[in-house]
């Protein structure tokens, strides 16, 4: 008996919470609380994190998942507004090449772009991204970067890249901001947030942002 009780209140617990997720604005805010900071202007180097890949690799089949999609597409926006002498696009598995050619195909000078191709993790980003930077003024002190990731990462992204030796700003796409304004989206915000919180705790106790 005091098992199925205990299971009662673990189920109404559950409701209550999927209940306030669904019916009220604080996946929104807690989004917006993760990174208020917004890079506005022009900057020397605009770096875009990769996220996911719906399909791997760097062939012709190679597709971009949904919130790296997104990041390229706010991406190639932004460059038609702000001026940035570099665009480092990061990330392993097919990514970098394909956002790459995203960015080419809408308009950034694809002289510009310097993939890093390896990074697996944000950590792998901020230290291959350091790399290429190092290669790219050598003998001169590193310029403060601009990232650009969705809305939950940023605040990890750019401790990480502090914690790196890279400083940084950031630009955060809203990503769970805008999927928390539907009613039917607004669970799956809250599951991506859960989860890139237990990241950041990872993070921090591991002593990499």
């Known amino acids: 008996m005091a098992v199925l009780r205990a299971c009662i209140y673990v189920l109404a617990a559950i409701g209550a919470l999927v209940l306030v ?53 706010y991406a190639a926006w932004i460059l038609r507004e702000q001026k940035f002498r570099y665009v480092v696009v990061s990330g392993g598995d097919g990514l970098a090449p394909a956002m790459a050619t995203f960015l080419a195909r809408n308009g950034v000078d694809s002289r510009s772009i310097l993939t890093e191709r390896s990074a697996m993790t944000t950590y792998q980003n901020a230290v291959f991204t350091r790399g290429i930077l190092e290669v790219q003024y050598r003998g001169h002190q590193l310029p403060e970067v601009v990232i650009l990731t969705s809305d939950y990462h940023s605040w990890r ?20 901001i805008k999927r928390s304004s539907s ?27």
């Open 183 to 209: 009613e039917f989206y607004r669970l799956t915000a809250a599951l991506t947030l859960f989860s890139e919180w237990e990241k950041d705790i990872f993070y921090l106790v591991s002593g990499r942002a």
């Open 21 to 73: 997720i669904t019916f009220t604005p604080i996946v929104r805010l807690a989004a917006e609380a993760t990174e208020s900071d917004w890079y506005g202007g022009d900057g020397e180097v605009l770096v875009v994190l990769g996220g996911s890949m719906l399909v791997p690799g760097t062939g012709p089949q190679a597709t971009l998942g949904d919130d790296t999609y997104l990041r390229c597409v």
């Open 157 to 176: 992204a750019r401790r990480t890249f502090a914690h790196c030796g890279v400083r940084a700003r950031t630009i955060p796409v809203p990503d769970v």
